[in-house]
């Protein structure tokens, strides 16, 4: 599944470049102003910082909420505490788009994450040139060739990856790429189960100065502080935060 969803986003990035061609979107990316600082951003607190996402479907849960205005729901997210906006931008199984980037770019001061099924450098420029402060890669989506190169045009542009775990040997990829801002999904992205215990078993296996963010499966508070117990800096939480009322739930997360 893992698979399928990335050759889907690249056979439509493709599709993009037929109209827009690499070197105008480079163009676009080198034009926009500095990415914001999204380290500084998630840096470890006394307090637990939430990365809050526009999802609108997903494979494993199908509609969770329309969004027509991703930018006004990025703004109440903004206004209840978030430290940073992911952005799905996957068109076919999560309803997203590169529209819905800028849109939200446009509208808060927070780092943006762009998060998409990533595996060629046109993907990147398109997120950069969107406003993107910060860009997913998936370790077990991409080989170690493709994994460094992605990372390092990320970090030349500007912006902050954002390098996503599902098991021990993922978390030994990404340190070996020096990573500093390193996610453990609780979702298996080929089966879709949610293991929530599996951040606090690989906790102690992040390297000595990464931000340690927990991604997926938060549906109450309970699950908030399970993480921060664990060892998280960081959440990052979708169809909590679109299902409900944003701010009260934003702040309900914060206060663990
Ligand atoms: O959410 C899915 O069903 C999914 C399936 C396959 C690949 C990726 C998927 N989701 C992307 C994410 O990682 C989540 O949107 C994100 O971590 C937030 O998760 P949640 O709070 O559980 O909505």
């Known amino acids: 599944m893992l698979a399928d969803l990335t050759a889907n986003s690249v056979a439509d990035a493709l599709a993009r470049r037929e109209t827009k061609p690499l070197a105008d979107v480079e163009a676009a990316a080198l034009a926009r102003p500095p990415a914001l600082d999204a380290l500084e951003a998630l840096r470890p607190a006394s307090h637990i910082k939430i990365i809050a996402e526009i999802k609108r479907s997903s494979p494993s849960r199908g509609a969770l909420a329309q969004i027509a205005d991703p930018a006004a729901l990025a703004r109440s997210y903004e206004l209840g505490g978030a430290s940073a906006i992911s952005v799905l931008t996957e068109g076919r199984k999560f309803g997203g788009s590169l529209a819905d980037l800028e849109a939200v770019r446009a509208a808060v001061a927070l780092p943006v994450l762009r998060k998409d099924f990533i595996a060629t450098p046109y993907q990147v420029f398109e997120a950069r ?18 994994l460094r190169e992605l990372y390092d045009l990320i970090v030349a542009l500007g912006m902050t990856p954002l390098i996503e775990t ?10 070996a790429l020096g990573a500093q801002l390193i996610g453990v ?18 906790a102690d296996r992040f390297p000595d100065g ?24 960081v959440v990052l939480i979708g169809e909590a935060l679109v299902t409900g009322d944003p701010i009260a739930n934003l702040s309900a997360f914060l206060a663990v």
């Open 129 to 146: 040139a969107a406003g993107a402060d910060l860009v997913l890669l998936i370790v077990a989506a991409l080989d170690d060739t493709t």
């Open 166 to 175: 599902h098991s021990a040997d993922e978390l030994e990829r990404a340190a």
């Open 185 to 202: 999904n609780a979702r298996d992205l080929s089966t879709f189960e949610l293991d929530r215990d599996l951040f606090g078993r690989l």
């Open 210 to 233: 990464a931000v340690r963010v927990a991604e997926s499966a938060v549906l109450s508070p309970a699950d908030v502080a399970h993480y921060r117990a664990s060892g998280a800096d």
